[in-house]
């Protein structure tokens, strides 16, 4: 299965964190404001696919979901004007690979998602940028068993990767500028996660 869906949004005084008078990025003080207006526009795809018919190959199944959008905020408050909106990312990816073993009742998920930079917090011009929070990968992969059709254990283990997530700031090309580009406000790191389930059906 194979679908593209096209979208266009007005959005009438969308209500977004803008920084607040007199704070810095490092007291991470904000508030919240209208904007004028917003117009968004994208594209989104996905995909479903089974791999196989026949061969072994008919236990995997492919899925995977991308969105692409572009939008652009009319904000005379802030004097910030035509900008991104607000915690939205220009792209969106989702995909993965699951496999399930009718035989042995067992299944494996792997799951992949990245995101663009999105604005965090709206900032004041000449005085304080927009604050980024930067892309990074995840990667989430899921070890489950069936036993005796009433039983399943699940093992997953969740950002494999940890990359840490980075909030900055540029003082040009916002839109492209890297890492080594910015001013770095925050640096965070969740670490993995392992978590162990056993779930029982009536």
Do not use: C
Request: glycine share 6%.
């Amino acid at each position: 299965m194979f679908s593209v869906t096209l979208f266009w949004k007005y959005i009438y005084r969308p209500l977004e964190q803008v920084l607040a008078q007199g704070a810095t990025v490092y007291l991470n003080t904000y508030t919240l404001k209208n904007a004028d207006y917003a117009n968004n526009l994208g594209i989104e795809l996905e995909v479903r696919q089974q791999l196989g018919i026949d061969s072994y190959l008919k236990n995997f199944h492919l899925y995977g979901n991308a969105m692409f959008q572009n939008s652009n905020v009319k904000d005379d408050r802030t004097g910030n004007t035509q900008r991104p909106l607000q915690g939205q990312s220009p792209y969106l990816v989702n995909t993965g690979i699951l496999f399930k073993e009718p035989k042995t009742n067992i299944n494996f998920d792997v799951f992949y998602n990245r995101y663009g930079r999105q604005i965090v917090i709206i900032g004041v011009p000449v005085e304080f940028n927009n604050l980024y929070i930067l892309p990074r990968h995840r990667i989430d992969v899921q070890i489950g068993k069936t036993f005796k059709e009433k039983f399943m254990m699940k093992v997953a283990f969740q950002d494999i990767l940890a990359q840490p997530f980075y909030k900055v700031q540029f003082q040009q090309n916002e839109k492209t500028g890297q890492l080594k580009d910015a001013r770095l406000a925050m640096k965070t790191s969740v670490g993995r996660l392992i978590t162990v389930s056993l779930q029982y059906r009536f």
